[in-house]
């Protein structure tokens, strides 16, 4: 029988595993890390340095592979992306079948968790076949942004609301909710808003050594987060970074 683990490993600090994480390491047959290029050799970097810290089964194996590039050219987003999660699956299911065969135990592992603006679930059900799936939790960039700013993210009985950059930029700010968690913002979309009476909480590489945080008013820090992302993108290929926004009352 064939098993995909989805294994959650934090934002990059391998301190951040869990101990169900680390056992789910452990019982792999098979580890597959993807490599995003150049750029991001970061990332890569990281799921090697978690793999030489924690794995202690000299029986697990670990391939690397080259992941599909996600077609940019055409206007239909959903389309774009549906169509490069069928190249993932393709992808993934070529590695298990050239390394592993029809049995055994595959791991990924995920970064930040694999339920929260993580696709790593849907390309896993179109695998071909279809392995039995279990995930293992981990924590969030969310919780690791309001870690590092000492920051509880709701307010007291209060909802708040966890989107894209590409929504708030087109949608403006949700209805219903003073706090706004943003991910997946390729652009600094909060330059998007009137910035009065709004608060701002920012954070890049979270969990890893070159973790960059910023807050406070959004007229006031708003142009030096849109500088030392800038500035981080260009020193290191790559940014991933996530903020809140808070309306003051």
């Not at 101990?19 to 995003?36: C, E, T």
């Not at 087109?170 to 997946?184: C, E, K, N, S, Y």
Request: proline share 5%; charged share 25%; aromatic share 6%.
């Amino acid at each position: 029988m064939l098993s995909l683990s989805l294994i959650g490993i934090g934002c990059g600090d391998p301190e951040q595993l869990t101990l169900a994480a680390v056992r789910a390491i452990n019982a792999a047959d098979l580890i597959l890390i993807p490599r995003k290029g150049a750029d991001k050799s970061d990332l890569a970097d990281l799921r090697r340095t978690i793999c030489a810290e924690v794995l202690t089964h000299q029986r697990t194996r670990i391939a690397e592979f080259d992941l599909p590039v996600r077609d940019s050219a055409r206007d239909d987003y959903r389309k774009r992306v549906d169509d490069w999660h069928d190249a993932i699956a393709a992808a993934w299911s070529r590695e298990i079948a050239n390394r592993l065969g029809g049995e055994g135990r595959v791991a990924l592992l995920i970064w930040g968790d694999p339920s929260l603006y993580d696709s790593s679930l849907r390309i896993a059900r179109r695998l071909d076949p279809l392995p039995a799936i279990d995930v293992i939790p981990g924590v969030t960039s969310i919780q690791a942004l309001c870690a590092a700013h000492a920051l509880p993210l709701n307010d007291i009985g209060e909802p708040f609301l966890v989107t894209t950059g590409r929504r708030l930029r087109d949608g403006g700010w949700p209805p219903g909710v003073d706090t706004v968690v943003v991910m997946l913002d390729g652009g600094a979309a909060f330059q998007s808003l009137a910035p009065e009476g709004l608060q701002i909480w920012w954070g890049a590489y979270l969990g890893m050594p070159n973790q960059i945080i910023m807050s406070g008013d959004l007229a006031d820090v708003g142009a030096r987060i849109v500088a030392a992302r800038q500035q981080a993108r260009d020193a290191h290929g790559w940014i991933m970074d996530c903020y809140i926004l808070k309306r003051r009352s």
